[in-house]
């Protein structure tokens, strides 16, 4: 009997047990989407879950969660959307000639061509493009329009700030594009800061946290199942951003976790937790989030 190191893979060793896993998961969601019967086994799962965590008095509680997961969803679909782009997603202002463009694009592997559809009937607008980085193909969104940027991309990013230092070069393009500058020549030289626009403290007690951070972890977020030895296998949930100390600080605070961050020698803030709670708590957390991952992601997680 193989040993089980935590929850999340005791939902996994029974997802691989059910009759119908015969197939190749990846292929069967980007061609047709959840099938019922996948349905079904995350429902029984998510009851299963809920039920183990009211049994367990072990659990470590997570910070803030039952105040600021109540939240009903409503329009925090957007905050959801500047979670995503604040992980994957660009703001550029380029030069053509004497001439200047204005871009707002979020670009993600392939296998989240659904979700890339997704944004672009939420938005209703933009142009989705393909393209192969090295080996990789990957599926981009772009919105280029100035007024579609106006009326409909400034205000989502206006009522929901990013967290990171991302939100200057945010500032930086909506002054330059609501100012009508249209010339390379009159648009004014920028270096973003590397002092934080936030701290810990206010990330985590912002309203629209919780709904943020699910569509962080579907940009910058890993869910995973590796053989530790021959008998043995571990789930492992890791979360990185460059330059993102403060933002990854915060996840690890709001999530309870005590793994210290790693940066790497491209100043890659990185959190990875495989213990027992703090799996545990990542699965409250996306139970309980007043939004549920929509991309490839999701099938990450269920799995």
Known sequence: MLKVKNKLMFYFFQVLQAPFINFNFSLIFFKVGITKNEVGVSTLLVREKRAEGRKSAGVRSISTFESSQRLHAGDLTQAYLVGLFEGDGFL??????????????????????????????????????????????????????????????????????????????????????????????????????NEPLNTVDSIINTFYFPAWLVGFIEAEGCFSVYKQREDSFVASFDISQTSGEIIISAIRKYLSFTTTIYLDKTNCYKLKVTSARSIENVIKFLDRAPLKLLGNKKLQYLL
């Open 92 to 193: 550029s202002i380029s030069k053509k000639g004497k001439y200047l463009t204005y871009e707002l694009g979020i670009e993600l592997s392939i296998r989240d061509v659904k979700l890339i559809y997704k944004l672009k009937r939420l938005l209703g607008v933009g142009v989705v493009s393909f393209r192969k980085r090295d080996t990789i193909e990957m599926v981009t969104l772009r919105i280029r329009d100035k007024d579609h940027l106006k009326k409909i991309i400034l205000p989502i990013f206006d009522k929901y700030p990013m967290f990171s230092n991302k939100q200057s070069d945010y500032l930086r393009f909506r002054d330059a594009l609501l100012s009508g500058i249209i010339y390379s020549a009159d648009l004014p030289e920028y270096s973003r800061s």
